[in-house]
């Protein structure tokens, strides 16, 4: 007779198996993801968040995981509330700060998935990088006025965090931006995707708005 995994050794196969976001080339596991996973394999488990620190700058957020009382993983994140209103630190810094520590936590025990960083981290990472990039760029054409404009970014990963981190992904196609992903999730999180004033399209059979679009202008 076979002998039963350990619920961790269980709970990493199906890791493994789970629907990934794809940032720059590699494979991520949303938090929300395995959370589920978690509670499904340590359903006597608890996640405890502490905001260590919360101003007008930034937030630091400590996680840990335990199992009767006894501590067994923890996780730490650091947030800097966005000077652009269009990213979502510049609203939601904590909620943001919570979701990679509980991130951070969960890989420490043993469900990080294929990479140690969670997809909301590296987005933010990449959002950052963009946003240096682009200031560089601006610098750049004061010094050139007659140099041709380039074409813009059509978004940032930033503006739809929330979605990501529902299992959604954004897809540019043609002029328009369209959500992508499981159709259970997409179902469940309809309400979500109409307040970024995406669209249902009955032809195509998918959630669309033009990338021209600001979110905050329409909702």
């Not at 199906?14 to 990934?20: A, D, F, G, H, I």
């Amino acid at each position: 007779m076979q002998e039963s995994q350990h619920p961790l050794q269980e709970a990493i196969k199906e890791l493994k198996n789970s629907p990934t976001v794809n940032i720059e080339g590699k494979n991520y596991t949303q938090v929300s993801t395995r959370i589920n996973i978690f509670r499904k394999f340590f359903p006597n488990a608890t996640i405890e968040t502490l905001l260590i620190n919360n101003d007008d700058h930034r937030a630091i957020m400590q996680a840990k995981i335990s199992i009767d009382g006894k501590v067994l993983a923890t996780g730490y994140a650091e947030e800097v509330r966005g000077d652009d209103n269009n990213s979502i630190n510049s609203t939601s810094m904590v909620e943001v700060c919570e979701t990679s520590a509980v991130g951070r936590a969960l890989a420490n025990f043993g469900l990080g998935g294929a990479e140690y960083a969670s997809a909301f981290e590296v987005q933010n990472a990449i959002a950052q990088q963009n946003s240096s990039h682009s200031s560089h760029s601006q610098q750049n054409q004061q010094n050139k006025p007659q140099q041709t404009q380039t074409s813009q970014q059509s978004f940032s990963p930033h503006e739809f965090s929330s979605l990501y981190s529902l299992g959604l992904q954004i897809q540019e196609h043609g002029s328009e931006l369209i959500i992508v992903g499981n159709k259970d999730a997409i179902f469940n999180a309809r309400d979500s995707i109409k307040a970024f004033s995406f669209r249902w399209s009955s032809h195509n059979k998918y959630w669309y708005r033009n990338r021209s679009v600001n979110s905050q202008e329409a909702a």
